[in-house]
T-cell receptor
């Protein structure tokens, strides 16, 4: 049974701070890793994908992957109140099949 | 560029009834996956369709079935509805190949009374 775990949250950070979201996964064969943002009552929105070890930056977002430790993280720099949402980590194996999602971490950015 | 669309937006059904949810994938995508998301939880994978066939299935009973049409759109059918089937049903589309990013539609909120 593939499992994906995330910080239980909620995570509260002040505006302008760095928010750090963590995710671990159980299946060593996992190939692709994704972060989704989900506002309350809305569907998940893809914000980052990462496929190889190391860091990947996109604007204020940085995804970090360490396959040896089976760990993926998302850093949000200069956090804004509009970043307040639930962040979902998703992992899949070969051929894009069977995404497994974590339970999500709720982030609250305080003005 | 049209994104993933789903219909209906909301649905209220009674226990024991049957329901059909519909999804049209993002332009250029050929693969559709369905997820169930209960309140406060992450999406749970139901199944994935590619080339009009079910390619993979999650841990859901046979009451959940689906179909993919030649234009890549898809349906999710749920028979003999239970109260526990109340959830947000999400459709995600992707393009089979080297990049497996999935994009979600707005979802269908199903309430079973």
């Amino acid at each position: 049974q593939k499992e994906v775990e995330q910080n239980s949250g909620p995570l509260s950070v002040p505006e302008g701070a760095i928010a750090s979201l963590n995710c671990t996964y159980s299946d060593r064969g996992s190939q692709s890793f994704f972060w989704y943002r989900q506002y309350s009552g809305k569907s998940p929105e893809l914000i980052m994908s990462i496929y190889s070890n190391g860091d990947k930056e996109d604007g204020r977002f940085t995804a970090q992957l360490n396959k040896a430790s089976q760990y993926v993280s998302l850093l949000i720099r200069d956090s804004q109140p509009s970043d307040s949402a639930t962040y979902l980590c998703a992992v899949n194996g070969n051929y894009g099949q069977n995404f497994v999602f974590g339970p999500g971490t709720r982030l609250s950015v305080l003005p | 560029d049209a994104g993933v669309t789903q219909s209906p937006t909301h649905l209220i059904k009674t226990r024991g009834q049957q329901v059909t949810l519909r999804c049209s994938p993002k332009s250029g995508h050929d693969t559709v996956s369905w997820y169930q998301q209960a309140l406060g939880q992450g999406p749970q994978f139901i199944f994935q369709y590619y080339e009009e066939e079910e390619r993979q299935r999650g841990n859901f009973p046979d009451r959940f079935s689906g179909h993919q049409f030649p234009n890549y759109s898809s349906e999710l059918n749920v028979n003999a509805l239970l109260l526990g089937d109340s959830a947000l049903y999400l459709c995600a589309s992707s393009q089979t190949g080297t990049v497996y990013e999935q994009y979600f539609g707005p979802g269908t909120r199903l309430t079973v009374t």
